[in-house]
């Protein structure tokens, strides 16, 4: 992190001094947005946070407002940096967002437990604090992933982050479409949207504000954290093993395996490279898919004011009939998906 911010501190001393060398010989591919466009854009978001009762409509205070608002400027400063360039140096999927917005979540929960807001409308302005900090950390690191392609294609940075601005409009509003139908069709929390990690934020959240929060256990997974990394193992990953249903790290371990599985088995690093990219191709056409067709399908329930029959499992006989032609459709999808990686 602080590495990260001595980088960032020099390219912007040499950005804002008049008359410096990097300002008379910047090329077209490093022209950015000019950093007073920039500031007027988060000073704008800051006093719509603060002043706009909107987005912390829990809290009827201008004062708890602004309180949440400099919180949102603090923890957003640090993790959008830590993410744009943890990004820029391994990848998308490095990202440690759940990190930092638990981290964020504490932090708040911290200062509003010291402020005294503790009550339902605390944990829900919290809550609001950690959901901008996490999707500010989100946009930096994907930001940060289409600048650099860009710059291997020799593309205009200041072009490129005018199409993210659009794009973040775009998403943003059919994202919230997305979340509110799901929400009114199958709701949060229930069988078929289970919402383990929005649990754990409630988790932390409510430990702190009630003063519930089990120390010796979160102790506990700090050591734990700490002999991760001991031992060379990566502990942010192997913390989400931990807290997500088995039934979701299933199909993460196959696929961890299967991974595994053709890079010892590639002739050469070249091999290895193009089976993993295509494993990564078709693992991500999967995600995306099983997400629309889960829209969709909420989609229809929504309209048909019930949740879509859909073929059912009745005329596969007994449970156990159910259960072994589940294994057999999923085995001959696993056997496909090896075949197309193998090539």
């Known amino acids: 992190m602080l590495q990260s911010f001595r980088i960032a501190a020099g390219q912007l001393s040499e ?44 809290l009827e205070s201008t004062l708890q407002r602004v309180s949440a608002a400099i919180l949102v400027v603090i923890f957003s400063f640090f993790f959008v940096t830590v993410a744009s360039r943890i990004v820029g140096l391994v990848g998308v999927t490095s990202n440690p967002t759940s990190g930092m917005t638990i981290a964020s979540l504490l932090g708040t929960a911290g ?37 650099k392609t860009g710059f291997l294609l020799g593309a205009t940075p200041r072009r490129q982050q005018i199409g ?23 709701g949060f929390g229930g069988e078929e949207l289970p919402a383990p990690q929005a649990t754990l934020m409630k988790l932390v959240i409510d430990g702190v504000l009630d003063q519930s929060l089990p120390w010796g256990l979160v102790a506990i997974g700090g050591l734990i954290a700490i002999a991760c990394e ?14 997500l249903p088995v039934a979701t790290m299933t199909p993460v371990f196959l696929g961890g395996a299967i991974r595994w599985f053709f890079a010892r088995r590639a002739k050469n690093k070249e091999q290895e490279i193009e089976r993993r990219d ?66």
């Open 15 to 58: 950005r804002v001094v008049p008359g410096s060398s990097m300002q008379a010989t910047t090329p077209r591919t490093s022209h950015d947005l000019p950093l007073k466009v920039v500031g007027i854009g988060i000073l704008l978001v800051v006093t719509v946070l603060a002043l706009v009762p909107a987005p912390f409509g829990a």
């Open 111 to 147: 200062v509003f437990l010291v402020m005294g807001w503790t009550d339902m409308t605390g944990k829900a302005a919290a809550l609001t604090v950690g959901c901008v900090v996490a999707i500010a950390a989100s946009i930096a690191g994907d930001t940060s992933q289409d600048l």
């Open 164 to 186: 993210e601005l659009v794009g973040v409009l775009t998403s943003a509003t059919f994202v919230c479409l997305s979340v509110l139908l799901l929400a009114e069709t199958f």
């Open 230 to 243: 001991l031992f060379k193992i990566p502990s942010l990953p192997f913390a989400v093993g931990v807290y």
């Open 278 to 343: 295509r494993g990564v191709l078709l693992g991500s056409g999967f995600v995306g898919g099983e997400g629309l067709l889960g829209v969709a399908i909420a989609g229809v329930a929504f309209v048909q004011s019930k949740k879509p029959d859909g073929f059912g499992t009745g005329w596969l006989g007994p449970d156990w009939m159910v259960q072994i032609g589940g294994l057999i459709g999923f085995g001959l999808l696993l056997t496909w998906f090896v075949r197309r990686i193998r090539g």
